[in-house]
């Protein structure tokens, strides 16, 4: 599976109100892997960004004057996420701007909807964890993920800690490169690579192995215990 982990900035918190997006960064997962893929851009707004937003992320208008306008990068970050399963934490809001950007593009509403499946972070948080505060630095803390560097938001940066988030979350990964080293420390058997061929391109697909199988059961079982519509995964199987 091609998953993209995906978030954005933007210049304030309503596309409804006439806000962009300023930044995109995108960290590609296939086969739950790492693959050191990413996109990223800022992009220029060509309207003020709200006082508040700027605390938040930190980014200027000052500092867009000289980025693309949103409409200049669209073709290659619809290029970079067709076809892949959208990973987002609160994924509305981004998804808001995203087709609201698209639309100004020319590109027609719920194109990314169209073409992209979308996996909301934050539900999938509140239902692991009813009742517990799901922010994405809350989630950081809770399963480890170094966010020291954390400052302020930035796409790129949320992208890549939500990716380490989502994979503690779901039940983790083997490694980051795929046919590269393991990280230090890995003790599960290599997983097989096969070479799959789309479109002209060969995209490797790593299939689990029997330690990553088993957690993965494992961690279904712990959602069917706390979900009392049982998981759909199953089913589909």
């Given amino acids: 599976m091609r998953q993209i982990v995906l978030d954005t900035e933007t210049t304030g918190l309503d596309w409804a109100d006439g806000h962009r ?3 995109i960064g995108c960290v590609e997962l296939i086969g739950r892997r790492h693959t050191r893929q ?3 851009h800022y992009v220029r707004p060509d309207r003020a960004i709200d006082e508040a937003a700027q605390d938040v992320h930190g980014i200027s208008n000052e500092m867009l004057a000289d980025k693309p306008g949103f409409g200049e990068v669209a073709d290659d970050f619809l290029q970079f996420v067709d076809g892949a399963e959208l990973i987002i934490h609160n994924a509305p809001f981004d998804m808001g701007f995203l087709e609201n950007e698209l639309k100004l593009c020319g590109y027609g509403t719920e194109r990314l909807a169209q073409h992209c499946t979308v996996l909301d972070t934050l539900l999938l948080a509140r239902e692991i ?3 517990q505060r799901n922010s994405l630095d809350a989630l950081c803390k809770r399963y480890e993920v170094d966010n020291s560097r954390r400052d302020v938001h930035g796409a790129l940066l949320d992208a890549r800690l939500l990716a380490d988030v989502y ?5 983790g990964q083997a490694g980051l490169d795929l046919g590269g ?3 230090p420390g ?3 058997a290599p997983a097989a690579v096969e070479p799959v061929s789309r479109d002209g391109v060969s995209i490797p697909v790593v299939r689990a192995n029997a330690e990553e199988l088993a957690a993965h059961e494992a961690q279904l079982d712990m959602l069917a215990e706390q979900s009392a519509e049982g ?3 199953r089913e589909l199987k």
């Fill in 231 to 233: 998981v759909l995964w």
């Fill in 21 to 23: 997006v300023i930044e």
């Fill in 129 to 131: 964890h009813p009742g």
């Fill in 181 to 183: 080293d393991g990280e």
């Fill in 167 to 171: 994979l503690a979350m779901t039940g």
């Fill in 186 to 188: 890995t003790t599960q």
């Fill in 38 to 40: 990413t996109f990223h």
